[in-house]
Structure formats: structure tokens, C-alpha cells
């Protein structure tokens, strides 16, 4: 069993240090920088913060976003670009997708962008690697994991697939947590077993919590009647389940984006082609959503779930912001670095809006 005391205090440093290097971002116009600055040492990259600045001074930003056609570089790239993964040696490594039903992307994040972080963890020297969730009731986790391809992934580069539902569970009762008076129950592997936990969310529209990101896939982590109990509040109680259990690091998959109809296929589709990392769940989500509104305009399609509220506005938002979790409090300690995506100006302007 890991040192508890150990693993706490190598997550609030890793947190800690991404996120100091986005409060010294500079504030200005943002701008295109042929030098790859923020982070970005590739040419063509592009850095910026919530109010538009663009960074200086070589400081990496908290969110990475990574166009490519090879999806696997698209997330090493990424990663890197946001300070990378810290040193796994010996370590077990749990990572987290979004697996709610027996369907693939967008409504679950790509094989290959699980594979690739299977890799990357193992190259930091992880141990033991666990790709697990807690499927929506009415499907089993591992069939969900086999149809969207992620099962085969896990198998073949020597993970360890595992179903939440049936493993040992925990009652947790976290200070803060306003909206959970009698708390919540989590899986005990989760606590007991795992030192690194990589959340692997994907881009999409929710019809009751308005969208599917980081604070939302979190629900994989609870057990099925703290499920029902969520859903009466999704606004303020997903974000709080972080206050018990939390993500050391986030990859978003927003290669494919699910713009409407969601949690399930059937709504308008966009294929982003981006990935996105960081250590932030809040700059995630913030991440996602400009990802999401611009596509929304892209095609004309309205979606009041997430037209109707800017960035910040979000119920999930509101709430996570409120929490003093250690993740970003405010737009103005939000920083980007980006490669590849031309139109990132364009994306990004959702955050001022």
C-alpha cells in the first residue's frame, strides 16, 4: 500500500508547480509567436491567458492544446507541453476514462489517446497501470470499455482493465463538501492502492448536467446510489466529489467533440482533432467548453445548455471555482499554450466572453 502521507504531498506539489507557472503569465494582446513561447518550443505555437495575454519569459502554462494527425504525439505533446508527467518509478497509476455506455467516441475518449497515455505513464516507470470506471448502470464497465476499444488497448500494452462496480468501497465525508451532507462512497482501490490518477475525459454535451468534462466524468469514481443523489444536483455536487478524491492530471479528448445529444451518440458531431492536458480539472472543463462553443458556431447549431452560459458561468464552474481546491480560482489565472490549431485565437476568445 503506498505512504499516504507521500502520495498527498507528490500531488499538491505536481498541482502546485503547474500552477505556478501559470500565475506568472504576463497580460497583454494575444497574439501568434513564431517562437513557441508559454511552453510551446515548437514553431508555430501559441500561448494566452484568460484575458487575452500572451506569456513571456519561457513560463509553461497550465493547458496544452495539441493538434496532429497522429493522436498519440498529439498527447506526449501536450503533456510536455505543460510541465509532463513526474517521475512514476515504482508507482501504480490508475487511468480514469470516461466510459459511461457501449458507445465510442466522442461519448468516450479514443484507444489511441488511452494507449498513448498508457505509454507515457510506463515510460515515467509506473508499475502497475489500471484503466477502470463505473459505467452508467445500465451497461458493465467492461463491456462498455471493450466496444469503445479501450479494453483491447489496455490488453496489449499490459494494463490491467478493471469494473469499479463489485470492488471494495470507502464512505468519505469530505469538509467543504456542502452539497453531500452525508457523503459519499468511492471505490477503496481508488485510496488503497493507487498513487497517480490520470482523469481521461472526453468533449460533450450532457442534457442534464449540460456537458461531459473532467468534474462530470468524476462520477465514475461513487457508487450507484451516491449516482442517483448526484443527478439531483449535478451543478454543485460534481465538482465537490473532487474535494474527496482527486485527479493528479487531466487529458481531455477532444479529437471528436459531441456538440448536441448528449451523454449518448445521436447529436451533432465536430471532429476537433485536438487534445488537451493539464493539471486543472477547472481549466479543463473551461478548456472543452470554447472547444465546444466554437464548433457549436462553426455549424450554426444552437445548444442553450451551452450557449446560454458563458465559461465561467457554468453551474459546474460556479461551484468548482467557489471550492479552493487548488485549482484555478479565476479566469485571470488561466493560461493556455497551444501547436498546431490555427484557429486557436478563434477558440479561445470564448474565455472573455
Known sequence: ????????????????????????????????????????????????????????????????????????????????????????????????????SNEGPPTSPSPEVVRAAIRMVKARGAIRVIVGDRSNPAYDTIQAMTAAGIYDVAMAEGAEPMNFSGQATRHLTPAGASHWPNGFTTYAVILDQVNYVIN???????????????????????????????????????????????????????????????????????????????????????TGLCVMKHYLAQIGQADPQIDNYTIWTQPQMIRALALNNGWISGKQQYSYGSQGIAEIETIMQYLNA
Not at 230 to 253: M, S, T
Not at 256 to 263: E, N, R
Request: aromatic fraction near 2%; charge should be neutral.
Open 1 to 100: 500500500m503506498p505512504d499516504e502521507k507521500s502520495k498527498e504531498i507528490s500531488r499538491r506539489a505536481f498541482l502546485k508547480a503547474s500552477l505556478g507557472a501559470a500565475l506568472v503569465t504576463a497580460v497583454g494582446c494575444g497574439s501568434e509567436d513564431s517562437g513557441g513561447s508559454g511552453g510551446n518550443s515548437n514553431p508555430g505555437g501559441t500561448s494566452g491567458t484568460g484575458t487575452g495575454g500572451t506569456s513571456g519569459g519561457g513560463t509553461q502554462p497550465l493547458v496544452g492544446l495539441v493538434r496532429d494527425n497522429d493522436s498519440g504525439k498529439a498527447v506526449r505533446d501536450a503533456v510536455t507541453m505543460v510541465s509532463g508527467l513526474p517521475d512514476l518509478t515504482g508507482k501504480t497509476v490508475l487511468l480514469k476514462p470516461n466510459l459511461n
Open 200 to 286: 481521461m475525459c472526453c468533449c460533450k454535451h450532457h442534457s442534464g448536467a449540460n456537458y461531459t468534462m473532467a468534474m462530470k466524468a468524476w462520477q465514475g469514481i461513487i457508487e450507484q446510489n451516491d449516482r442517483n443523489t448526484a443527478h439531483q444536483d449535478l451543478g454543485n455536487r460534481l465538482p465537490e466529489l473532487h474535494l474527496g478524491v482527486k485527479e493528479d492530471f487531466v487529458i481531455l479528448d477532444a479529437t471528436k467533440a459531441l456538440l448536441t445529444g448528449g451523454p449518448g451518440l445521436g447529436g451533432r458531431q465536430a471532429s476537433p482533432g485536438i487534445v488537451i492536458a493539464t493539471a486543472d480539472a477547472v481549466a479543463a472543463d473551461a
